[in-house]
């Protein structure tokens, strides 16, 4: 969800970019070189052209294309010319690098859940940490039952540590439909942090599940004090959460 709604930024930021380079190219090609520009070249026109085709040009300039069926013949639309092939390509590369950046993040667990038009459920506890296969097995089989496919929560689950975060990512894998896994985020993170509270969005969320460790891997005294200091945690700073 973060990637496509970068994409769409990303979109409308071009959509920017070419409105208002195509209008000073315009503008400069019907008015021409300044009085004190006359002589230095011979000016002459790009053709037949209308603001599409000069916003055509644009596009064809910064993709570095570069037909050569139109080209600008005043010294001023060449300079901006220069401007939107260093600024074509300076673009281009951030936002290519901002996209890497979140897929990275996503990889990590170090991202956010992106609110979408469905309630979501937040996936917390010892039994996250260390997972149970046949219980979360069982779990996902109820949460993404298909009989109520149209009524499917997003599901984000936080848990700690990559090893723990990539567990999970397999039998997530393995146990649910490509459909169902589009609702579900994976985190890296703590209850017990206010950021990683907010990125996991549990001010709004429908429902907080605290699964207790049923592995056995944790010692019972030190996982029942650690789901008590999540669940206080997040009663005082997100009392309306369930």
Known sequence: ?????????????FLAFVVCFASFVLIFEVLGDPLRLHGVHITTGMGQIDYFTVAYWIIETISLVGY?????????????????????FAVFTFELGKILSIIDKGKRGA?????TSREHVVLVGGGVQNLDETFMTAFLDELYHISYRNAWPD??????GHESLTK???????????????????????????????????????????????????????????????????????????
Not at 68 to 88: C, E, H, N, Q, Y
């Open 155 to 160: 599901l984000v689950l936080m848990t700690t």
């Open 68 to 88: 050569g069926d139109f080209a600008p013949k005043t010294v001023m639309s060449r300079f901006v010319t220069i401007l939107t092939m260093i600024s074509g």
């Open 168 to 242: 999970a990512r397999d039998l997530f894998g393995h146990n649910l439909g490509r459909e169902a896994r589009q609702h579900v985020t994976f985190l890296d993170g703590s209850l017990l942090n206010v950021h990683d509270l907010k990125r996991c969005g549990c001010h709004d969320a429908k429902l907080v599940w605290i699964l207790a460790d049923t592995t056995g891997a944790s010692d019972p005294f030190d996982e029942d004090k650690e789901n008590i200091l999540r669940a206080l945690s997040l009663s005082v700073r997100c009392p309306s959460t369930p």
């Open 1 to 13: 969800n973060e990637i496509v709604q970068h994409l769409v930024r990303m979109a409308f930021r």
């Open 111 to 115: 991202g956010s859940y992106s609110a």
